[in-house]
């Protein structure tokens, strides 16, 4: 496609995703200069087709951003009443006591939300505001202008056949330009992606670590619900093999949040993340409570979890970096989309001082220094060797010492740790499958526990099975030849959507793609130890349709 045949549009900033991080950005600009030209573009269907998060909101950004949220109906109406903390077993738990716990931990305060609700109620006020919003918009390519600088980006492409050729209905899409670029694309977005290598902007910053995160949306016995209550768990079923955790969240409507994250820096290439989830859900204490229930969704993401060592330099020539495609989730405390919103208003000012000085394409170093020295600096600062204390020492001396760490940090602003580095990708960090053990997991029951077909289909994904596959292969090979030999080929596995197969047939084993099943996590993207597989976009408005995840 040549850039002729586009049609091009100008705007002042340019935002890539309807995110927390996205929609603050348009709503702090439109809040500092009416007239500014804003537009964000959403490739899931709808705002908040994609969003998936936990979610316990700490409302300090919407704080900031809207201070009367409450008074304009924002859907954060199942405040925090109980916090509760355990230790699994096989059987057993151990409660762990609220009271030696950093403040930083405690989540009264909090609301229980569907950040996909919170999502669509923030599009609602920057519509208000004169913000431009295009759902159903995939931006397939970022545009450059002669200097190098991030000029746009390439948005709403249709109609490609499987082949990559154009099909009969083929629609070029357009260039939106803008005087500034905002990538808020999420956890290991594409285009951010793009950025982040030809600027190399995580030189001298360790490299991020990510978790996949899945979750179920759960209808319980009225009897068992708990308006309000929030529950964390470590320990079983993971034990040693990877660290990770557990959250049950429960709303209003007789609802709960039931998740699951794996932290993918596990070294076993047999553990299956998905199944780990399935078999937390068999333990007493959970089991008990979703008995007599039914799941009315499911999703997955990947959860960016480096932290303050992992943050990369978030400007470039033209744009920056928001939320969580800079990496600003508090691991501890399992919470970004607050640091999400706060990036999103920072960069906003950043880039409103700019345009009024008559600036454009060029970096918003102010931005950076807000976001390192600022409320989000601060906020991972103290938290920054929880996660490296955990890859390195495990779950009982990250409790401890990790308690420890951030205690000193909230009290005195200091660490005797100093700052821990992260080590290897968690790509590189997958051992070989001859060195490990296989796992054996328990069939789903089909009452407590699914398989993963039947699940996707409580995500409502659909994508048009014409288009090209969006999943790309550097190499063809490569899952047969080399991963499937060393690694017992991992993507069956880590992947939470079941969009990977190796299937056996006459001429042998064939690594097959299911493209259509994809929830847009970016697990494989991130963990293929051979770091072949490339996440790229499908065409807008595809992949999952979350109703309030």
């Known amino acids: 496609m040549t850039e002729s045949m586009r049609e091009a549009m100008e705007y002042d900033v340019v935002i890539v995703g309807a995110g927390p991080a996205g929609l603050s950005a348009a709503i702090?600009?439109?809040?500092?200069?009416?007239?500014?030209?804003?537009?964000?573009?959403?490739?899931?269907?709808?705002?908040?087709?994609?969003?998936?998060?936990?979610?316990?909101?700490?409302?300090?950004?919407?704080?900031?951003?809207?201070?009367?949220?409450?008074?304009?109906?924002?859907?954060?109406?199942?405040?925090?009443?109980?916090?509760?903390?355990?230790?699994?077993?096989?059987?057993?738990?151990?409660?762990?006591?609220?009271?030696?716990?950093?403040?930083?931990?405690?989540?009264?305060?909090?609301?229980?939300?569907s950040m996909a609700n919170v999502c669509r109620w923030m599009a609602e006020q920057a519509e208000e505001l004169g913000v431009e919003i295009f759902p159903g918009m995939s931006c397939s390519e970022l545009v450059y202008g002669e200097n190098g600088e991030v000029k746009g980006v390439v948005a709403g492409e249709f109609g490609k056949n499987a082949d990559g050729s154009e099909g009969p209905g083929y629609e070029p899409g357009m260039e939106l330009h803008g005087k500034y670029v905002f990538l808020s694309e999420g956890v290991r977005g594409s285009l951010s992606k793009e950025v982040m290598e030809k600027y190399q902007l995580s030189k001298g910053h360790c490299a991020q670590k990510f978790g996949i995160g899945m979750k179920e949306i759960w209808e319980i016995d009225p009897e068992k619900h708990r308006e309000g209550t929030v529950t964390h768990t470590m320990g079983w079923p993971l034990g040693s093999n990877a660290g990770g955790g557990s959250f049950i969240y429960h709303l209003d409507n007789n609802q709960v949040y039931v998740g699951f994250v794996v932290h993918l820096n596990y070294e076993n290439p047999h553990l299956f993340p998905y199944m780990e989830f399935q078999r937390f859900k068999h333990h007493p204490m959970v089991a008990e409570l979703l008995k007599g229930g039914k799941r009315v969704a499911y999703g997955a993401r990947a959860i960016s979890e480096g932290g303050y060592q992992s943050i990369p330099k978030v400007t470039f020539p033209g744009g920056a970096l928001l939320g969580c495609s800079a990496g600003l989730v508090n691991v501890p405390r399992i919470k970004g989309n607050h640091n999400?919103?706060?990036?999103?208003?920072?960069?906003?000012?950043?880039?409103?001082?700019?345009?009024?000085?008559?600036?454009?394409?060029?970096?918003?170093?102010?931005?950076?220094?807000?976001?390192?020295?600022?409320?989000?600096?601060?906020?991972?600062?103290?938290?920054?060797?929880?996660?490296?204390?955990?890859?390195k020492f495990g779950l009982t001396a990250s409790l401890a010492l990790g308690g420890l760490d951030m205690h000193l940090n909230e009290k005195f602003g200091l660490s005797i740790l100093g700052t821990l580095r992260h080590g290897k990708s968690d790509a590189a960090a997958t051992g070989k499958a001859k060195d490990f053990p296989k796992i054996d997991y328990p069939k789903p029951d089909g009452v407590l526990s699914f398989d993963r077909l039947t699940n996707v289909s409580f995500s409502f994904t659909n994508h048009e099975e014409s288009q090209p596959c969006h999943l790309k292969l550097k190499d063809p090979s490569v899952p047969i030849a080399t991963n499937l030999p060393e690694y017992d080929e991992p993507a069956q596995r880590y992947c939470p959507a079941g969009v990977y197969e190796v299937l056996q047939g006459e001429d042998g084993p064939k690594f097959q793609i299911n493209f259509q099943n994809c929830v847009h996590c970016k697990t494989c993207d991130i963990k293929d130890p051979s770091q072949n597989i490339v996440w790229t976009t499908p065409q807008g408005g595809d992949g999952p349709n979350y109703p309030n995840m």
Request: aromatic share 6%.
């Open 340 to 391: 999400a919103m706060l990036s999103g208003k920072a960069a906003a000012e950043a880039a409103y001082d700019a345009i009024k000085a008559g600036r454009q394409s060029d970096e918003l170093t102010a931005y950076e220094t807000e976001l390192r020295e600022g409320a989000i600096g601060k906020d991972l600062k103290k938290v920054r060797n929880v996660k490296p204390l955990w890859s």
């Open 28 to 113: 702090r600009l439109k809040q500092l200069d009416a007239d500014l030209n804003v537009v964000v573009l959403e490739k899931g269907s709808e705002v908040g087709a994609h969003i998936l998060s936990g979610a316990v909101l700490d409302p300090c950004g919407l704080d900031a951003l809207i201070p009367d949220w409450k008074a304009k109906g924002a859907p954060l109406t199942v405040p925090v009443k109980e916090d509760n903390f355990y230790v699994l077993g096989e059987a057993g738990k151990i409660r762990v006591p609220n009271f030696p716990m950093p403040k930083l931990m405690n989540n009264h305060g909090n609301y229980i939300v």
